[in-house]
């Protein structure tokens, strides 16, 4: 479960890693009261669980309580990557000389925590590991030893602007690792990590994902911090399907993860975006599919609806009666592309035949098809 920037600072703050003061708010009256608390300019952040919240106008600095109220209130309800901002989180605006990267996750291929940091801070860090992965600098951490001191200050030494700088930020990263192995995290980042003009060293961003395996030793924190759950993810839980939204605009009804995972990539391949993974699983019965159809319609951003099923244990005529009973007892006013190959599939197509549905057995056709059809409806 990742975490919001507010709450990954809560766990900041509670093992002495240094933030700049600051509090959530929900409206325009709640930042001006924080504003006017922290008594300096502010910055006001969206609070929303993607990267490059800054780049999407998500970010704003205020110089006083009004002009906070009025950029919260620009900030609040806007959509950024498809999520909407419901929460900003109201801080004391730091003076910024120097950004750079820190993070520690856990390296699946060595099976133990990593440490990673960086001169270049506040960036997109994928960008430079591609660009230049040798700024990055790395260090596997012996869990039965912990991160020692003396590891901490040679790698951030490397990557601080100056050598004062760097003990404060290994001071830092030992913390970090405090709170990403106390708090059980898959994922503890500091980007950017900042140095200001006088010297201080500052955690500007957080992010942190809490690892869920580990929520029976924190349940009081996992059910404070989680999410509340949008109407897809609602209906997904209760009618026991797997559904994670995306930002795309083509919804994706598929049988099994693997066959989903697929079908999200190809329309990327041929140039379009997925609006979400959505798994009916093995054997679906026509209710699943109409559960599937109202978490898909549920989304506002959808402008068409791909259907990839292959028939194995699922039987594509259960599918099939599942579609028209979709398009029958709901309001579907987007266009509705089936791929179906496999058990029943002769039945399948007799039965959206009956809807003036064809079915292609093609993959790749599907995919084009329901990209063409998001073109369009996107005129
Ligand atoms: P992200 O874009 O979602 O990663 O959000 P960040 O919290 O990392 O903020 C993005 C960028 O906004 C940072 O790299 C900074 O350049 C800028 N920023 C954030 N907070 C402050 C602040 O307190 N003062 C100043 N001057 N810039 C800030
Ligand atoms: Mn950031």
Do not use: W
């Not at 609070?47 to 609040?76: F, S, Y």
């Not at 230049?132 to 600098?137: A, F, Q, R, T």
């Not at 949008?230 to 993860?257: F, H, M, P, W």
């Not at 007892?329 to 002769?346: A, C, H, I």
Request: include cysteine; charge should be negative; hydrophobic fraction near 40%.
């Amino acid at each position: 479960m990742n975490i919001q920037e507010y709450q990954a600072k809560e766990l900041f703050r509670a093992h002495g890693i240094p933030i700049t003061e600051g509090r959530v708010a929900r409206s325009p009256e709640e930042a001006r009261e924080v504003a006017a608390q922290v008594g300096k300019p502010v910055v006001v952040k969206a609070q929303v669980l993607v990267g490059g919240r800054g780049k999407a106008g998500g970010i704003k600095l205020a110089q006083n309580p009004d002009e906070a109220a009025e950029r919260a209130g620009q900030i609040l309800g806007m959509d950024i990557k498809g999520l909407t901002v419901r929460e900003v989180l109201v801080a004391e605006a730091a003076d910024i000389k120097h950004e750079v990267y820190l993070a520690i996750l856990m390296d699946r291929r060595r099976k133990k925590p990593l440490l990673m940091a960086c001169a270049e801070g506040g960036v997109d860090i994928e960008e430079v590991a591609r660009r230049s992965p040798e700024k990055i600098v790395t260090l596997p951490i012996e869990p039965d030893y912990g991160l020692q001191p003396f590891q901490a200050r040679q790698v951030m030494l490397k990557v601080a602007p100056t050598p004062k700088a760097g003990l404060a930020m290994a001071r830092i990263a030992t913390q970090l690792y405090e709170v990403f192995t106390q708090e059980d995290c898959s994922l503890a980042e500091i980007n950017p990590l900042v140095v200001t003009p006088d010297g201080r060293v500052l955690a500007l961003d957080a992010k942190v994902g809490l690892d869920d395996s580990a929520e029976i030793r924190h349940a009081e924190m996992h059910q404070r911090f989680r999410q509340p759950e949008t109407e897809g993810e609602q209906l997904a839980r209760e009618g026991g399907l797997s559904y994670v939204k995306l930002d795309g605009d083509i919804g994706c009804v598929v049988n099994g993860a693997g066959l989903a995972m697929a079908t999200m990539d190809l329309v990327q391949h041929f140039g379009g975006r997925p609006a979400n993974f959505l798994d009916i699983g093995g054997s679906s019965s026509p209710e699943k599919v109409t559960t599937a159809m109202r978490i898909i319609l549920s989304d506002p951003n959808v402008k068409a609806i791909l259907f990839n099923i292959f028939g194995g244990i699922t039987r594509c005529d259960d599918v099939a009666r599942g579609i028209v009973q979709a398009l029958g007892g709901m309001d579907v006013r987007v266009p509705v592309v089936v791929r179906l190959t496999g058990t029943n599939e002769e039945e399948a197509r007799r039965i959206l035949d009956g809807v003036h549905l064809s079915a292609t057995t093609s993959m790749d056709e599907g995919v084009q098809a329901v990209i063409a059809r998001a073109r369009e409806a996107r005129g």
